[in-house]
């Protein structure tokens, strides 16, 4: 993608000024999609974005610059911009070998960009007819299909030059039913680190029935209840649950800054015995799916929380250093024009040994979330919230009316020492975007059911 | 890469068109700094420069779109040769189209400030260093600073379309922000201090430091409550956030295709009478002031809710064709999107009194300090609204205990329609917002 000369050129002209540590990253993405609404395929959308971002770390401050301008002297110019940016007072003339050469490459099948564009909206006329197909109180259909290529090199002064080519395919129906009682809302969301064979196995018109059946179904919902109840959560897309319950909570990043409930408390006990928490990049084809991250270290398997025991944080390459560890693979940037900070990749909670149906039927009065939307979280408070988007009354054991849309609350260390079922349907959940400090990128999550015996519903019903 | 004219490199583009293909070019420059101090020290100085061409095919109602974030004559001749290859794809559209020159006069507005470009990069670092300092200066309390942040950014952009659009426009921002830490032993409580100008000397540091400290030690002690039906106070920073969620169900793209609660209601009282909120991007005071709008339109004001009737909704030329009316100049939109319709420059019709005075005469209430979950417990379509929060219990119309940990639910139509008292001490947020305090009655508390 870019010649490794001119790269170790570049590094030495960001060193100009002294520095601990240089690193260029050089991204070329592509975009395309096409979007389904009101009854048409609406737009069709190609983007291309190509650039470098060259950042030079001075002790614990960083200067970085980006450009659109992979020219030699463009390179070269926003290396000497980072380097003053970093106001190194060093002598430059230092020497740099990229000889730690690494490589991931694409694992899809069918490249998207071989796949004629009318078979592309051909998927979303099938996913706006299964839908419609629901009945008449469905009465607006939107969908959207959605490709990236993204290939980028990142090389930095400790030699080490890492290729990546990285292919993700997505489709995502939204749903909208009239009844008497006003308009509900139905989505269903699917992508995969993976090309257009994704479509091999997951067909549209199966995603576009269950959107259509939930914005259906939530047309009868009653408003939901108030107040702190037991709540059990449908395996899959719960698993945002320990994303925000403690997943941002252990980012090395506010752990150092104190910002973190989490901070200083290793092999402590900080959930129930029944919960095992990992952060996994190296999930093949999962959304968060990052075999080597924005740095170039390679994915791992970190286990965060062992049988309730806190046992890592999340770290990128600066974190590790100041630390004086190794990184786990977790330093991640939106784009060229970012900074890496540390990110989640694929989070998730192992599966425990309970039958779901045991679960709700040893829950006497509560809710049942069969969807879970997105949430956040105050990660100094351990406060996190987040959407119900499908969700019933559980009355006497049983899984009754449908309620309508809400957040949950609650506080991160409470909740996950108070879970007390763990079901053994471990599954993965809806593509996820994660946002922190303006910067959003592709993550997963995963679940099996459990129940935690008190979250606060917020509903408006008494 | 030296400095294009980007009127003339959008005009020249648009001179491409083929015979019978509506063309819209727009393309923007922008330069920022943001500086990120934390520990006394500098955290990062990022120093950028982006570019952006978005180009618009328009074909017998057939839209197709490409976007690039570069000027490079191969990259930008991709794109043209893409946007139309898409536009064959799409099915053509009776309403789709580009805007036309509607005879209105720009505004002369240039809220661009030329002493940002002489400000140096010391003092952007002072400024983020003295703000972290501050902030941890103000208060035993208050034991670090997650992140003070120095930012800003001039940016300029130009459109030019097949219809006889021709539009230049540009802005200049700095904004200082700090998010403080407090601690009481037992707990830790976190507050936030903005503040956002055309250029640095427009910037209140003391302000932003004081309402970051004030806000994260108040919280300290604060517990869940009992569920109870409660009169809300927002103030004029968390009612801004409000009115923008409330203003996006006002905007012709959700309108014309059925999926805002108030679709139905034009004409009808949707609101307390005491509200009065309007949209005016040609007022320079707002953040989001612009004589034009995303599709070269020239700016206006828009009355959207007068005595709490609902008088109009905001559009682009797109949606506003398909409603049958004019474009209300609400395109919004970046270089590498499509326009879309929103809100630029909120603002409240102002009541009476500032915050303290909103306190009083509610007597007994919960003032909000923070909101969250807004993009996962507000459903635009359905209008549920449902909330995590925390602030503090108001009584006899005085401050009273912190509380966290509770959400608030209602659903917007009621929200609206409770309103029981507007503050008029005017408040512009970076959103662009014009905004007031705000209480509303007989909001679900949910808590212990």
Redesign the interface.
Known sequence: MIDHDLLRRTLEVALGRGGDFAEVFVEDVRTSSAGFDDGRIEELVTGRDRGAGIRVVVGGGTGFAHTADLTDTGLAEAARVAAAAARGAGPGGRTVGLDRSRRSDTVAVLDPADVPKARKVALLQRADAAARAAGPAVVQVSARYGDARRRTVVANSDGVVAESDRVTTSFSVGVVARGDTGLQTGRESLGRVAGFELFDDHDVAELAERAAARAVRKLAARPAPSGSLPVVIASGSGGILFHEACGHGLEADLVAKGASVFAGRLGQQVASPLVTVVDDGTMTGEWGYLPLDDEGRPAARNVLIDGGVLTDYLYDLVRARQAGRAGTGNGRRQSYRHLPMVRMTNTYITAGTTDPADIVADTDHGVYVAQLGGGQVDTASGDFVFGMTEAYLIEGGRITEPIRDGNLIGNGPNALAAIDAVGNDFAMGSPGTCGKDGQGVPVGTGTPTLRVPALTVGGTAA | ?SAPDLDALAADLVGRAAPGEGLEVAVSRSTSTTVRA??G???????????GVGIRVVVEGR????????F?ED?VA??LA??R???T?????PWAGLAEPDGVPSAAIDPWSPALAAVS?DRKIALALDLERATRAADPRI??V??ATYGDSAAEWAIASTTGIRATSRATTAFLSVQA?ADDGA????GYGVDLGRDPDALRPDRVAAEAVREATRLIGAA?VP?ARVTVILDARRAATLLGIVAATLCGDAVT???S?FADRLGEVVASPLLGLFDDATDERSPGAEAVDGEGLASRRTALLEGGCLRAFLHNSSTARRAGITSTGSAIRGA?T?PGVGARALQVVPGDGDLDEVLARVGDGFLVQ?M??L???V?P????F???A?GLLVRGGALAEPV????????LQRLLTDVVAVGGALEWQPSGTGSVPLAIADV?????
Do not use: K, Y
């Open positions: 890469m934390h520990g020290d500098v955290e990062s100085f990022t120093s950028a420069e982006s570019f839209v197709g779109f490409a976007h690039a974030g570069s490079d990259v991709d794109a893409e946007a290859d898409n536009a794809f799409a099915e053509s559209d990069a034991r670090g997650r992140v830490l707990s830790t409580h976190s869940p569920s295709r059925g999926r609660p590498r499509l923070s969250h979950g993009h996962s417990g459903n379509v359905s209008g549920d449902s909330v995590g925390d966290r940990e509770v959400t608030i639910a209602s659903t679900a508390l949910s808590g212990r």
